[in-house]
C-alpha cells in the first residue's frame, strides 16, 4: 500500500498539476490529479493476471481542455443538466450558463472538473481533497467548502467520499465522471460488455435530456437492467426515449430500503477479461451514459481515438434538473447542514 505524488505539467489555464499514485497490495493502481480531481487511470487485473487501464483519458494535464467530455472528473457543484440554465430559489430566481443546447450542464463553465484541488495524502491508502467555491461562482448562491476523499482497499475498492456545507442554500449534486472501458480503456466499443443496474424505474427525458418529470417503470423497455444485459442488445432499438440521447444516457431511480444508505447500484462485467466492477452508493439516482457522444475524434492516452460507445459512465448523482422539480429527491444544501455522500467501485474477476 502506498500513496505517491509527482509535478505533472501545468493545465489549460498554466497551473502547475500535481498526481498522485494509489497503489494496492493486489498491484491495483489508480492515478488521480489535482485538476479536476481527476481518475487519469486504472488499472485492475483479468481473470489471468494481466493488469490494463480501464479509464478513457489523456496523457497529459493540458489536452483536458475545455468542451471535453468530463474524462474522470469531479463534477459540480450542480452535475448533470437544469432546464435553461434557471431556477429559482427563496423567491430568487438565478441564470447559469446554458453550456449545452438550451440547458446547464456539470456545474457550468468552469466547475469543478477544471479547478485546482487542494490536494494532500492521507497515511499510505487515500488522499483528500478540498476547494471552496465562492458565493456567485458560475451564478450559484453561497460559499461552498467541498472535500472529497479517495480511498483504495485491499479489497480491491476505490472510494470516493464527499462532504460539503454552503453559507447559503443553493443546489448540490456531484459525482465522478470516469468512462469505464472494463476491456481497457483503448480496446474500442464497450457495447459487449454486461450491466446490471438496481433500478425499477427510470427518468424519461425530452428532447434537450431533461426529465419530463415522471418516474417510468422500466418493465418491457431497453431501460430494464435489473437482470444482466449486454449494453449493446436494445440501444438501437426503435425507442423515442433512445433516439433522444442517441442511447443510453438516463437517470435511473435506484432502488433503497433506506434514503442515504450505501447500497448495490450496478454491476458491469467485460466477458472477454473476466473483469467486474461493482458500484454502490448513498445516492438516490445514477446517469448510465454510454459514451454515445464520442466519435473517434479525440485522441486519447497512448494516441488512442476514443470511439462512440468506447466506453460507459455510471455517475453516481441526485436526479437531473431536480432545482425544477420539487418532487424529487432534495438537492437545496443548506447553511448549517452537511452534505455527505459515499460512492464504492470495487473489482473482482470472474
Ligand atoms: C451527460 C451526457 C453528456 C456527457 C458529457 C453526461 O453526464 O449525461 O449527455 O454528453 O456527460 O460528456
Not at 258 to 285: K, L, N, Q, Y
Not at 305 to 328: A, I
Amino acid at each position: 500500500m502506498a500513496v505517491t505524488s509527482e509535478a505533472f505539467g501545468k493545465n489549460l489555464f498554466g497551473e502547475n498539476v500535481d498526481l498522485f499514485t494509489l497503489t494496492n497490495s493486489n498491484g491495483i493502481r489508480v492515478r488521480i490529479m489535482n485538476h479536476g480531481g481527476i481518475i487519469v487511470s486504472l488499472e485492475t487485473p483479468d481473470r489471468d493476471g494481466n493488469m490494463a487501464d480501464i479509464v478513457l483519458g489523456h496523457d497529459t494535464a493540458a489536452e483536458y481542455a475545455d468542451g471535453g467530455p468530463y474524462f474522470g472528473a469531479v463534477i459540480g457543484r450542480f452535475g448533470n443538466r437544469i432546464k435553461d440554465g434557471k431556477f429559482s430559489l427563496e423567491g430568487v430566481d438565478y441564470t447559469l450558463a446554458q453550456n449545452n443546447g438550451p440547458n446547464a450542464l456539470h456545474g457550468g463553465l468552469k466547475g469543478f472538473d477544471k479547478i485546482i484541488w487542494d490536494t494532500e495524502i492521507l497515511e499510505d491508502t487515500a488522499i483528500r481533497m478540498r476547494y471552496v467555491s465562492a458565493d456567485g461562482e458560475e451564478g450559484f448562491p453561497g460559499e461552498v467548502e467541498t472535500v472529497i476523499t479517495y480511498t483504495l482497499t485491499d479489497d480491491n475498492e476505490l472510494k470516493i467520499d464527499y462532504s460539503a456545507e454552503s453559507t447559503k442554500a443553493t443546489p448540490f449534486n456531484i459525482t465522478n465522471h470516469s468512462y469505464f472501458n472494463l476491456a481497457g480503456h483503448d480496446s474500442g466499443i464497450a457495447v459487449g460488455q454486461i450491466m446490471t443496474i438496481n433500478a425499477d424505474r427510470y427518468l424519461p427525458i425530452d428532447a434537450t435530456s431533461i426529465p419530463t418529470g415522471e418516474e417510468a417503470s422500466v418493465e418491457g423497455t431497453p431501460f430494464d437492467f435489473r437482470t444482466p444485459h449486454v449494453i449493446g442488445a436494445r440501444i438501437d432499438e426503435d425507442n423515442e426515449q433512445l433516439a433522444f440521447a442517441g442511447g443510453y444516457d438516463h437517470n435511473w431511480c435506484l432502488n433503497k430500503e433506506t434514503d442515504g444508505e450505501i447500497s448495490f447500484c450496478a454491476r458491469s462485467e467485460d466477458p472477454v477479461s473476466g473483469r467486474v466492477m461493482e458500484t454502490f452508493t448513498t445516492e438516490p439516482g445514477v446517469q448510465f451514459y454510454a459514451a454515445n457522444f464520442l466519435d473517434g475524434t479525440l485522441k486519447g492516452k497512448g494516441g488512442c481515438m476514443y470511439v462512440k460507445r468506447g466506453g460507459f459512465c455510471l455517475e453516481t448523482q441526485h436526479w437531473p434538473d431536480s432545482p425544477n422539480q420539487p418532487q424529487f429527491p432534495n438537492t437545496i444544501l443548506r447553511p448549517g447542514e452537511a452534505f455527505l455522500s459515499q460512492t464504492i467501485y470495487k473489482f473482482s474477476v470472474n
